[in-house]
């Protein structure tokens, strides 16, 4: 198993590590009443997926 020569430095491991960003949340308008949500989910405001009422509110 190949096993680094050096010890990697703090500054460069941290450079190394500061390009993961986490990635914004993707938000979608429901058809129904327009309300912003998350894609593939049931609508916390209006009940809907899919253009169908699934939960009562």
């Given at each position: 198993m190949a096993v680094p020569k050096r010890k990697k430095s703090r500054?460069?491991?941290r450079?190394?590590?500061a390009q993961w960003k986490a990635a914004p949340l993707t938000?979608?308008?429901c058809d129904r009443c327009r309300e912003t949500k998350l894609p593939h989910t049931v609508?916390?405001?209006?009940?809907t997926y899919?253009?169908?009422q699934v939960i009562a509110v």
């Open positions: 500054s460069r491991t450079s190394r590590r938000l979608v308008a609508c916390n405001n209006c009940g899919n253009k169908r």
